[in-house]
């Protein structure tokens, strides 16, 4: 009892999906009464952020939870954490070959890649040929993924499909209406979590685009399941962010207390929430979904 | 004696006479309209067709500009006075979030909730004003340290409160508020619909809206930022406030010595500054119906920026309203333009660091000829 | 009227109530004390010179007066009555003006908003009171026109204008608020020979008119020139007062130079000084 | 006459005396000695058992430090030079993006592209300092244009030649490099490894690398701290040239007019913080073995911060070395030390603005005690 | 010797080479003609003194000596040879020292650091080249004692001196240079009585030794105390020069007034300026 375990993610102090995280840990932590904490860089500088795990794995935690958003930087820190003794679980942004290299337990979380290339797969069969990948955080090598991801699916080039959207809500919305206006046969728009999804909305439906053009999301929030019901949303792509923090807290405690691990790792996404069986989604988006 | 003894006014043969014409152009705001000529030129010949300038496209850069306008005469105002906030950004992060948590978490009703963010809002800015003048520290650092303090209360406070950073919900509890509308809505619904009906403008072809015209009033947005400039402009050149402005940045010591009240003055213009801010937020809070802790990043210096393109000096006590509108409304046609005339989105900054550095070597050059200074 | 000058001077009756007087004005500023204790008034239509040598405390004094620093201990009277300065407005609200050693103008600002700087004139437009801009102008190129300044316009800026021009801006501000007292720290010692001459004809001017004139000078001929009585303050401390015609110029400069060495100094500049 | 005519020499009995005591406490690292004194007993008593100064947990936060300290030192000089460099994080950004695409992408010799970037980026430092003097701009305005275009670039660049934000592979190709180990290498590992033997250091548990100690080396990151700590120290106060940079801080037109070559000192010093701005880059990409585009964000901010706080003048002419560090310190303990104390991660920003308001308060204090300014 | 005066004065021989020749220097600030023609002269053991209005282009004159400015036309020989100074370090090398009007003092800097400011005395460590602070401190407290004036230390602020203080810091560095040239734009004009006479002793005392100094003054009387030539400039053009003796206080008066409506100033402050 009261082992503690520590999340590191990669997101800056303001991204607001990380909160589902955030209550994820916190969930777990009480249900299984161990400790949990949540550490990030302040402005989603992955070299501070390996720090951070440097810092962690000296305070001696009896495990760490952290991202994998750069093999480069992180994997030095993580080995290190792992070899001083300390039970590592891979989420969110890596792969499991690549958690299974560096030593981790195992890896729970969606391959942003492989994501957005399903995605693009399914979108190229329901008949787009063009998309507008909204990028809000174009500094994360985990979000230029999905859009190439994406593009890669469809088949064909990304080049400037992607733009550099900025956080500003208005800044997102405005740079949308202005693509779109300028790009009038664009098929479809993804964009990368609630930050962009949210004012791409309003801009669809202030240039009269909304329902009329293919949209699809990662991750999910409120305005975007209020958006797959109205049918504005074609798809959001679930990673079930919950999931990737709840499970490796329960996992590394039962690991700690009786031994066992599951004999593999597990996929929390992408599973593609539509219309259908919505209420689950609706009531608790933005808290645990 | 008396009199006899003064020499009769002289006038100076070593000094060239300049032109009506050439004394004419010499404004302040003389670099804003160059500048804004050759950005509508440059866009007219490259980007017209690209769909910037019909009716959807003007109030897109439209907004985006009014947005730069209203932080930018808060902002040009308090540079005027002597100073500068760092923390207009984190401020607008805040002022949303404390909306948000008052109407939405604690269910205050949305007029009140607004009400009490300007309060709270304006009375930082003027401990933020008062900070700076009881300890005769740069502005720089106080309001630094408040980018940082109020940034992380808008980050940890919806966290304890709500376990979210993005709080939504507000166009819900909004409904049939009476001071929401002043925000977030729309003005002229009525003449663009005839505008529409006459064909002057586009209607929507497809999708939901379809037959309604593109564009359907004009944002409260826009509406405040007229209403902001034509006050900052009026205070700063019709009325004696503006005087004390103009003086306080010249020169406190000089202005105190004349009687100013150089103190109150600067501190005023803090909380001015954080009004600015606050009708920003509540326009966004209001248009997006949600907070989130990240707004605002980094719109001091654009807020900043913005006034500098439009002839003020960072040092005060030099400036104009009407050319820091216009600094914003290069800035947003710039940002909006090059989306519209699809130049790669990544090179936008490099383009607004050269934008700021041409302006700002224009202006030195104008004011230069203006004070006679060395 | 004395030899040494054709100035009219007044005869300031001893009856004569002070328009302000300071009684035992102590100023410290951390560990430095820069008034120990000063006596001083002025009387209507009366030149009151303050001489001392460099740091004696001059522009202290005179600052105290003019509500920029309030004193550490001491007494002022108004017109009779107790009198707290809180800042720089109240003095010039009582009708005080001053013209600042390190002159007190905005180079950035146009002439006639300097010119006004404080004391804007106002016009009310529906309820809501503006700046009288045109009524500004005309009174500061009259008011120049009258010094012998002849400006390109009141919009021009301070910056372009000469030491001396801008030395009479901000003694010409000064005159035409009406004040009752008018000090004048220093306003000599940067000016040639007709600017000067210029100054000292206005002070002379005002007096006339009724206004108590504080004058400060390193210069034992300008304050001669022009002064009724004299006080030489020395680091910190009243050395006295003097009417005019009581004290001789070599007197006087004794005093100021504090009275030591002043021996050597009288033969190494022939009286020169 | 001549020497009879000077008066003897006085002494001023206006002026109380101070203790000598007093007078030796009055230096500008006062705050900052004071300040890292406050910061270490209070997380000495309310953090010492979280790990917090076992060797690792102390490896961790000096590594933070002397990551301030690089960019504290240039920023140090450089303001006390007059002048500062907001373009300090994007610099960092860009150096390592450089770096990245030299050696990885274009296959250089990684000694090469070092070297290349180096001289590259002290080029864009003097090209910010020409324009600062030559057009008399306020820094401020200058190097907030160049944070934007470098910035810019930094995002740009890859996304054209790589089609990526994040450039890897470093560590491979420097595999062998000479000059790679002088920045990402790391110094006394044999002490370390003695340490470990004798128990007193702890050692990995398992792994390839169990049985080796868990620190096991300084890295040259710290060595380099050291270095131009000293360098900085030395050049300010015991060469000719650091009297030139106080002079051209504290008065640039008296110093030019009593001969001191103020626009070379300030282009230098621009070229200085842009050098230490590469030195932080350059160990960074080869610690990590990568470059981003979001490398170095906000860290100007945090560069000017730790200099404030160890006791510079945000005006110029007056700050120490041996101060920046010490703020640095402050800086690199407060943030590690929170998260070790446990505290909320979000709150670190809060407790930055007050530790800020704070010292700044502090050192303007003891600096109205040196000068007699009023 | 004259009759106002107990200084000694040196009897420039008009075949004397001048250290500094300057030949109709012009200089224009964009609209504004600072200066139109003026020339100049400085012999070695003179003291020149330059006169003249406000504005006249007394500091800017100065400034191009001293390599401040570029005069816009006109020629400048040094020692014979023609010389162009790019910035005040070429003019400080070739000897020439200046105490300008806006002190060139830095005050948050030591008295010691200041003193020695683009002069600083290096030692060689390692081949390294230190700044030697000792041989600073020591010089700086030994030059300030010469000049009356007793330091609480070396490491005193310069902003801690009284104006008269940090003017005397000034001109000792000047001196201590050993300066062919001395150059003093307008140190009295803030001074008190005896720091004056203080400064005047000293320029008799650096003459002595040979330096050639030019020393600007808008008062007559302490021009004529030490110069030994007087050149008088008026709005950018020189009015001519004269030596000692040739020219009657009154007259100098009348050319620094511009000659226009002296007759008038004259009778108004008689003769007192
Ligand atoms: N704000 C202040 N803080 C500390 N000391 C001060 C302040 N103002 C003046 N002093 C000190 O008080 C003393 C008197 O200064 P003051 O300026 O009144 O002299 P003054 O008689 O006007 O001299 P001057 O003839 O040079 O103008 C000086 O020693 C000065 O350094
Ligand atoms: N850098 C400059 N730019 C523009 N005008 C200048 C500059 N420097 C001086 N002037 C102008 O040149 C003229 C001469 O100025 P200068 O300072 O040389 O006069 P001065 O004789 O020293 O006067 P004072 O006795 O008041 O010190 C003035 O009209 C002044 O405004
Ligand atoms: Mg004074
Ligand atoms: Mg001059």
Same mark, same amino acid.
């Given at each position: ?34 400790? =949990? #904490?949540?550490? !990030? ?6 070299? &501070?952020?390996?720090? @951070?795990?440097?810092? /962690?794995? +000296? ?96 088949? =064909? #080039?990304?080049? !400037? ?6 956080? &500003?809500?208005?800044? @997102?919305?405005?740079? /949308?209406? +202005? ?111 | ?374 | ?273």
């Amino acid at each position: 009892d009261g082992e503690r375990y520590v999340l590191v993610s990669h997101a800056p102090d303001s991204d607001s999906w990380w909160n589902t995280v955030k209550n994820g840990i916190a969930l777990a932590g009480e249900q299984m009464d161990v400790e =949990v #904490e949540y550490r !990030n860089p302040p402005t989603g500088d992955l070299a &501070d952020m390996a720090r @951070i795990i440097d810092q /962690v794995a +000296a305070s001696g935690p009896d495990g760490i939870i952290t991202t994998l958003a750069d093999e480069d930087i992180l994997e030095g820190p993580i080995r290190n954490a792992i070899d001083s003794g300390i039970n590592v679980i891979i989420m969110n942004t890596g792969s499991p070959e690549k958690a299974r290299e560096i030593g981790a337990l195992m890896y729970v979380g969606q391959p942003e890649y492989d994501a957005g290339y399903a995605a693009g797969l399914r979108a190229k069969s329901d008949g787009v040929g063009s998309f507008l990948c909204v990028n809000h955080y174009i500094v994360q090598p985990a979000s230029t993924e999905r859009c190439q991801g994406f593009a890669d699916g469809l088949g =064909v #080039e990304l080049g !400037n499909q992607m733009i550099d959207a900025g956080q &500003d809500p208005s800044e @997102i919305k405005n740079r /949308v209406m +202005a693509y779109l206006s300028s790009n009038p046969d664009t098929d479809a728009v993804l964009t990368l979590g609630p930050t962009s999804a949210n004012p791409t909305l309003l801009a669809l439906n202030e240039n009269g685009m909304a329902g009329d053009i293919y949209f699809g999301t990662f991750d999910l929030g409120g305005d975007i399941v209020e958006g797959i019901k109205s049918g504005i949303i074609e798809w959001g792509i679930d990673q079930q962010p919950f999931l990737q923090a709840y499970l490796p807290v329960v996992i590394l405690t039962n690991y700690d207390r009786y031994g066992v691990l599951p004999g593999n790792n597990v996929n929390s996404g992408p599973g593609f929430v539509t219309a259908e069986g919505l209420e689950k989604v609706e009531e608790f988006a933005g808290e645990y979904r | 004696m008396s009199n006899a003894a003064q020499p009769t006014a002289k006038t100076d043969e070593r000094i060239k006479d300049i032109s009506a014409f050439r004394k004419a152009l010499i404004r302040p705001e003389l670099g804003g309209i160059v500048g804004t000529i050759a950005v509508f030129t440059f866009f007219l010949l490259f980007a017209f067709d690209s769909g910037m300038f019909n009716s959807q496209g003007v109030m897109n850069w439209s907004t985006v500009s009014a947005q730069f306008m209203i932080i930018a005469v808060g902002a040009c105002l308090l540079m005027i006075a002597g100073e500068f906030d760092l923390s207009v950004g984190s401020m607008i992060g805040f002022a949303g979030m404390m909306i948000a948590i008052f109407s939405v978490t604690y269910g205050w009703p949305v007029w009140l909730a607004i009400i009490i963010t300007f309060v709270l809002c304006t009375a930082i800015g003027a401990l933020n004003g008062w900070i700076v003048v009881r300890t005769g520290l740069p502005s720089f650092i106080v309001t630094l340290a408040f980018l940082f303090i109020l940034r992380g209360f808008t980050i940890f406070l919806p966290q304890v409160i709500e376990r979210k950073t993005i709080i939504g919900g507000i166009i819900d509890v909004s409904e049939g508020d009476w001071l929401a509308p002043v925000f977030g809505g729309k003005i002229f619904g009525g003449l663009f619909t005839w505008l529409a009906d006459a064909g002057m403008i586009a209607t929507f072809e497809r999708g939901t809206k379809a037959g309604q015209p593109v564009v359907d009033g004009i944002p409260m947005l826009i509406v405040w930022a007229i209403i902001l400039i034509i006050f900052g402009h009026v205070l700063l050149t019709k009325t004696k406030f503006g005087n004390w402005i103009f003086a306080a940045g010249g020169d406190a010591e000089a202005a105190r010595n004349s009687g100013v009240p150089v103190n109150r003055v600067k501190i005023l213009m803090f909380m001015f500054t954080a009004f600015c801010a606050t009708v920003f937020a509540v326009c966004q809070v209001m248009e997006f119906g949600s907070a989130g802790a990240d707004r605002g990043l980094l719109k001091e210096f654009e807020a900043i920026i913005a006034v500098v393109i439009g002839g003020a000096l960072l040092t005060g006590g030099y400036g104009s309203v009407l050319g820091a509108a216009l600094g914003a409304l290069i800035f947003g046609v710039v940002q909006q333009g090059l989306f519209f005339a699809g130049v790669e989105s990544s090179l936008f900054r490099v383009f607004l660091g050269v934008i700021l550095l041409g302006a700002v070597i224009l202006n030195t050059y104008i004011r230069r000829m203006i004070t006679g200074e060395r | 009227m004395t030899a040494e000058t054709k100035f009219h001077h007044g005869d300031p009756l001893s009856d004569v109530k002070p328009i302000i007087e300071m009684r035992n004005i102590e100023k410290h500023f951390g560990r430095v004390i820069a008034l120990a204790g000063v006596s001083f008034d002025v009387k209507p239509g009366e030149c009151h010179c303050l001489l001392g040598d460099n740091g004696a405390g001059k522009s202290t004094f005179i600052k105290t007066m003019s509500g920029v620093h309030k004193p550490t201990a001491g007494e002022i009277y108004f017109e009779g009555k107790p009198l707290h300065f809180e800042d720089p407005r109240d003095a010039i609200a009582a009708g005080i003006a001053t013209v600042h050693q390190h002159l007190a103008m905005i180079p950035m600002m146009s002439v006639s908003r300097n010119f006004f700087m404080g004391n804007e004139p106002t016009r009310k437009v529906a309820g809501l009171s503006f700046l009288d801009k045109k009524k500004a102008d005309a009174i500061t190129m009259e008011e120049m026109r009258k010094m012998g300044i002849n400006l390109r316009g009141p919009d021009q800026a301070v910056g372009t204008l000469s030491g001396g021009e801008r030395q009479t801006v901000a003694i010409a501000r000064a005159v035409h608020f009406g004040a009752k007292i008018l000090i004048l720290d220093e306003p000599t010692s940067a000016l040639g020979v007709r600017q000067t001459s210029n100054v000292l004809a206005t002070i002379d001017r005002v007096r006339k008119q009724g206004v108590g004139v504080v004058f400060i000078s390193h210069n034992v001929r300008h304050a001669l020139a022009v002064g009724d009585r004299f006080t030489v303050l020395n680091r910190g401390k009243t050395l006295g007062t003097a009417k005019r015609g009581e004290i001789s110029s070599e007197e006087l400069q004794d005093l100021m130079a504090g009275g030591q060495e002043l021996a050597q100094l009288e033969g190494s500049l022939g009286g020169t000084v």
